[in-house]
Nanobody
Framework: QVQLVESGGGVVQAGGSLRLSCAAS????????MAWFRQAPGKEREFVAS????????DYADSVKGRSTISRDNAKNTVYLQMNSLKPEDTAVYYC?????????????????WGQGTQVTVSS
């Protein structure tokens, strides 16, 4: 079992930056692929970024590519999402997710564990 707790959300002006963190419990964190998804009001939850078990492989949605960086610290059981040049359309609840496997996916059903989410609001 893996429990995930996100933090770092908040209100920021357009062009600003935020760093989201996701702390994981459980002995298998270093073997889990991790991802960030987001859900805006009235929209489906969508893929943002993923990272494999070692951190050597990452993947990004086109909407955040070049502005965001996903990383992980297996010693701290934590995954991060650094978001720069934020836009109002980045406003959403951001969720951390963990897979039972080490290779990531863009598909929501591929992830077995989810956090409660952290709100990111970007004002124009």
């Amino acid at each position: 079992q893996v429990q995930l707790v996100e933090s770092g959300g908040g209100v920021v002006q357009a062009g600003g930056s935020l760093r989201l963190s996701c702390a994981a419990s459980g002995r298998t964190f270093s073997s889990n692929a991790m991802a960030w998804f987001r859900q805006a009001p009235g929209k489906e939850r969508e893929f943002v970024a993923s990272i494999n078990w070692s951190g050597a492989s990452t993947d990004y949605a086109d909407s955040v590519k070049g502005r965001s960086t996903i990383s992980r610290d297996n010693a701290k059981n934590t995954v991060y999402l650094q978001m720069n040049s934020l836009k109002p359309e980045d406003t959403a609840v951001y969720y951390c997710a963990a897979r039972k496997f080490g290779y990531p996916s863009r598909d929501r059903p591929a992830y077995s564990y989810w956090g409660q989410g952290t709100q990111v609001t970007v004002s124009s």
